[in-house]
């Protein structure tokens, strides 16, 4: 009697282990070599003058600081000096580092998939065992880990050498430009540009290009973020007490007021014809027109002053809710672009 | 087992159907010549069989029924791309070592053994090498998975005939020593008239022929006789091709499953042998679809017998 059966299927017999994923933290270091170094290393290099240029401007800041009277002659060529030589190079250098997320994002993330697809090499990379999305799992993830880690590092150094700079120069926690830097939000940032890098990439497969767009929508998300976003972020709080500061005046402890707005009596909205004649006792150029404060007159009127502001108490929290939303972006992103490697075949 | 199963499988790019209603077997054990002419639809059919393309319609499947793409099918095959891709910066012996990581089996010692015999530096960067280097170490990179199947996309156009023969003998060594099936395209068949075992015509997206070698050759003949009669005999055969000289007509027939040197030879007429090449060319330049054997399914579906 002949047997017959069904051809042989080894393969789904068989439980097929996958190749480990520990195997990938090679490939992506060998293939990645250039940014892994050299991300680093002009990061660290750039430190390294932060520090030094940091330790001259800690000394001088210390003495601007110390010197007495500050109406002196003496005082206010420090004052001077200070304000031009030393915050000319500090504004350039902030100014830089708003720009370094994208920059990493450009040259580290658009290319990380945009290369594999431009030169051709993903018919090889994505026909090997280990499986295509698997591969662009781990190599995002542990680029994005590196990439992060050094941004966050980087930028604690960046951190210390314009702390003088805030009081000084009339900036808070919370000034658009240094929030971006401060804290956690520079590696959740650097982090985001570039799941953003990575997912043009693959969108547009393309190097140029992708860097193009990069740039063009980080830019657009920094400042979505710096005039629409941030100060909806639900940390706000509401006070009628007119000693919260940062009105008027500037100090580095006050806080970002969010709006004013003014009640009558029994807390309905003041009329705004009250409001006009109290403000035209108080022009912006010249004296009062009457004894008073400006205070005291609401209180004639029973006027209550309200504002909406984030106490700088509450940088941390502003830095935990920033960074988490851009956490969850870059996650977003990066899934995107693996749903786009899986389904966008050649 | 099939080594390539599809049906009625088709990929459209925009408007333009690459590859339309291709259902075919392939059985283990062949070297599988997949033939046409430029933009015929071959890369799009091998980009579906190792999952780089997703079908628009019907299925592919491999290696005895796994879905193309899957796991076990990127376990089990090996692909080399048409123009042999590497990553240019990297060396050889990265490139080994690179191949060796994203696979769960990698043979290293034969891989080395195999680039000391071509003359490959290990430290000598892929982009450096020649082109017949380049396909030699991909080619190399490939066989150390110890795939059961090899696909290779226009491995030879880029080669000089002495590195084309050299690249050949390395695919007939693997086919001897390790049972593995090759799939491999060419828009010149002439190369592979000698090793290929089993073909598979494409012609503007659409599959012409597919067979194993002994099969279509002696499936048809060349019938010669007075060209006055050619038109009275064409209808009494499945003409592929007609060629009419002054005197003489050449009818290219077509006798399925019978024994073709019983077939029925008309009084005056002479029937000779066909060769592969001829057979192909007369394919390419056939109009119609009519005559065409149809892939066959059936036959290589059925149930094997295995080993007593």
């Keep these: 009697m002949t047997v017959l059966t069904m051809p042989a299927q080894p393969a789904q017999d068989i439980k097929l282990r996958p190749v480990p994923w520990r195997r990938m933290a090679w490939v992506t270091w060998r293939q990645h070599r250039p940014t892994l170094i050299s991300l680093p290393a002009v990061l660290g290099a750039v430190a390294v003058f932060l520090w030094i240029a940091g330790l001259k401007i800690h000394h001088d800041y210390a003495v601007l600081t110390a010197c007495h009277p500050f109406s002196s002659n003496a005082c206010q060529t420090l004052n001077s000096n200070f304000n031009s030589t030393d915050w000319t190079m500090a504004n350039t250098i902030n100014i830089f580092m708003n720009l370094t997320p994208a920059l990493i994002g450009a040259f580290a993330g658009a290319s990380v998939l945009a290369r594999e697809l431009e030169t051709g090499t993903y018919r090889y990379a994505w026909t090997q065992g280990f499986g295509r999305e698997r591969w662009t799992i781990a190599k995002l993830a542990l680029l994005a880990v590196a990439v992060t880690a050094a941004a966050g590092a980087f ?51 393309r190097i140029v290009p992708a860097m193009a767009a990069t740039l063009a929508a980080y830019t657009g998300l920094a400042l979505a973020t710096w005039l629409f976003l941030r100060e909806h972020y639900p940390l706000a709080l509401v006070t009628s007490n007119p000693n919260i500061g940062g009105i008027g005046s500037f100090n580095v402890n006050d806080p970002w007021v969010l709006s004013t707005w003014y009640t009558g009596p029994g807390g309905k909205p003041a009329s705004q ?21 400006l205070a005291q007159e609401f209180a004639q009127h029973g006027i209550t002053v309200w504002f909406r502001y984030i106490p700088v108490s509450r940088f941390w929290p502003m830095q935990f809710v920033e960074a988490g939303w851009l956490l969850a972006l870059s996650v977003l992103l990066i899934a995107a672009t693996v749903w786009l490697v899986r389904r966008r075949a050649a | ?12 790019y925009g408007r333009t159907w690459a590859l339309r209603e291709c259902t075919l077997a392939v059985p283990a054990g062949h070297l599988t010549a997949l033939v046409g002419p430029n933009g015929a639809g071959k890369t799009t059919l091998m980009n579906m069989c190792v999952g780089l393309a997703v079908p628009t319609a019907g299925t592919a499947s491999v290696l005895g029924g796994q879905p193309a793409g899957s796991p076990a099918a990127l376990d089990g095959i090996a692909f080399v791309a048409q123009d042999a891709p590497l990553y240019k910066n990297l060396s050889a012996g990265d490139m080994l070592h690179l191949t060796r990581n994203l696979n769960r089996g990698f043979d290293r010692p034969y891989a080395q053994a195999r680039l000391a015999e071509l003359g490959i530096p290990l430290k000598k960067k892929a982009g450096k090498l020649s082109g017949g280097q380049q396909a030699q170490l991909a080619l190399t990179l490939a066989l150390a998975r110890r795939p059961r199947l090899l696909i290779l996309d226009e491995p030879l156009a880029m080669l000089d005939p002495l590195a084309r023969q050299d690249f050949m003998a390395t695919v007939m060594t693997a086919m001897a020593d390790d049972g593995v099936s090759v799939l491999l395209s060419s828009h010149a068949l002439a190369e592979l008239e000698r090793v290929a075992d089993y073909l598979i015509l494409l012609s503007r997206g659409q599959l012409r022929v597919a067979g194993e070698v002994d099969d279509l050759l002696a499936s048809h003949r060349v019938l010669t006789g007075p060209a006055a009669e050619s038109d009275e005999y064409a209808g009494q055969f499945r003409v592929i091709q007609a060629r009419r000289a002054a005197a003489q007509a050449h009818l290219l027939v077509r006798a399925d499953g019978t024994d073709p040197d019983s077939g029925p030879v008309p009084p005056g007429w002479e029937a000779h042998p066909i060769s592969l090449e001829e057979l192909v060319m007369a394919y390419l330049r056939a109009p119609g679809d009519a005559e065409l054997p149809g892939p066959s399914l059936t036959q290589h579906n059925e149930p094997t017998e295995v080993a007593r």
């Design chain 1, 155 to 205: 930028s604690q150094v960046f951190v210390w050498f314009f702390q003088p700079f805030l009081a000084q120069e009339d900036l808070t926690v919370f000034s658009a430009t240094v929030f971006a830097t401060h804290g956690i939000a520079f590696a959740a940032w650097t982090l985001v540009a570039f799941a953003i890098g990575a997912f043009a990439g693959m969108l547009i497969r």
């Design chain 2, 1 to 12: 087992m099939n080594v390539i199963e599809t049906s009625g499988l088709g990929k459209r």
């Design chain 1, 273 to 293: 014809s009250t409001l006009n004649q109290i403000f035209a006792l108080f022009p912006n150029n010249g004296a009062p027109r009457v004894k008073e404060t």
